[in-house]
């Protein structure tokens, strides 16, 4: 069942990207909401679904052998949260910051094209926006290290 959820998953971003080529392609215009959301549900359900499999097929696991599962693999079943929560506030708070760069830095450019003088105080405001990255960073060395 984790092979096929897999494999949906793939197909699904396969068909997001291919639609988007030829919307390219043929010129088309609409809500750029709209589109996102209509290739992000799917994908995101499918992934959801891995991420279940995974847990469940954990779960079964520990429930019949435990012993087998960590000598088999090497790994406990709270390493792999450790390394999950790792990722995850690592990913997370780097998708927080390519937005809040995004937003800070085309307001930056645009202040600083009207008033050069100002171009100090506004990487000041990029730097804020780029330590989101850091500290989910030092949050990551923190749940592996401690």
Not at 66 to 88: D, N, P, Q, R
Not at 101 to 126: H, N
Request: charged share 10%.
């Amino acid at each position: 069942m984790l092979v096929l959820a897999t494999i949906l998953a793939v197909i699904v971003a396969g068909i997001t990207i291919e639609s988007g080529i030829s919307a390219l392609k043929s010129g088309k215009t609409g809500s750029i909401k709209k589109a996102i959301s209509f290739s992000v549900a799917p994908f995101s359900l499918a992934v959801v679904a891995i991420l279940g499999f995974i847990t469940f097929d954990m779960v079964a696991l520990a429930d019949s052998s435990t012993t087998e599962a960590v000598v088999s693999t090497g790994i406990s079943m709270g390493e792999g949260f450790k390394y999950l929560a790792a990722s995850l506030s690592t990913g997370l708070a780097t998708i927080g910051t390519g937005r809040a760069v995004g937003a800070v830095g085309s307001a930056a450019i645009g202040a600083v094209s009207e008033d050069p003088a100002i171009l100090g105080k506004t990487l000041i405001f990029v730097g804020m926006a780029e330590g989101i990255a850091i500290y989910g960073m030092i949050i990551s060395i923190l749940i592996l290290f401690v």
